[in-house]
């Protein structure tokens, strides 16, 4: 099982990006999905999960950043828009087995990406 993911850079505040998770090895269909971030110093943060029941935002990510999936690609996408200088970090993607509710707890995840950076510059 592999979670890729990709789409990080340097951007300037107010700019956007759109992160992608590629999956190998599993189905994401099957699975919850959810980003989270960690920028140095700090703890892993959940940034939003898409299951069975619905699309879940931490307090971040609300009205600026959207999740979403294709389960013909087996991908999972994040948009983010209107980018802050506190959302520099690296941001990761990870699969939860269990399909449905909002668990934000990055230890009900079984599978993780490998991370991509995302520095918002001023």
């Known amino acids: 099982v592999q979670l890729q993911a990709s789409g990080g850079g340097l951007v300037q505040a107010g700019g956007s990006l759109r992160l992608s998770c590629a999956a190998s090895?599993?189905?994401?269909?099957?699975?919850?999905v959810a980003w989270f971030r960690q920028a140095p110093g700090k703890e892993r943060e959940f940034v939003t999960r898409?299951?069975?029941?619905?699309?879940y935002y931490g307090d971040s990510a609300k009205d600026r950043f959207t999740i979403s999936r294709d389960n013909a690609k087996n991908t999972v996408y994040l948009q983010m828009n209107s980018l802050k200088l506190e959302d520099t970090a690296v941001y990761y993607c990870?699969?939860?087995?269990?399909?449905?509710?909002?668990?934000?707890?990055?230890?009900?995840?079984?599978?993780w990406g490998q991370g991509t950076q995302v520095t918002v510059s001023s």
């Open positions: 898409i299951s069975w029941s619905g699309t």
């Open positions: 090895g599993l189905t994401f269909s099957n699975y919850a």
């Open positions: 990870a699969a939860d087995r269990s399909r449905y509710g909002s668990d934000r707890s990055p230890s009900s995840y079984e599978y």
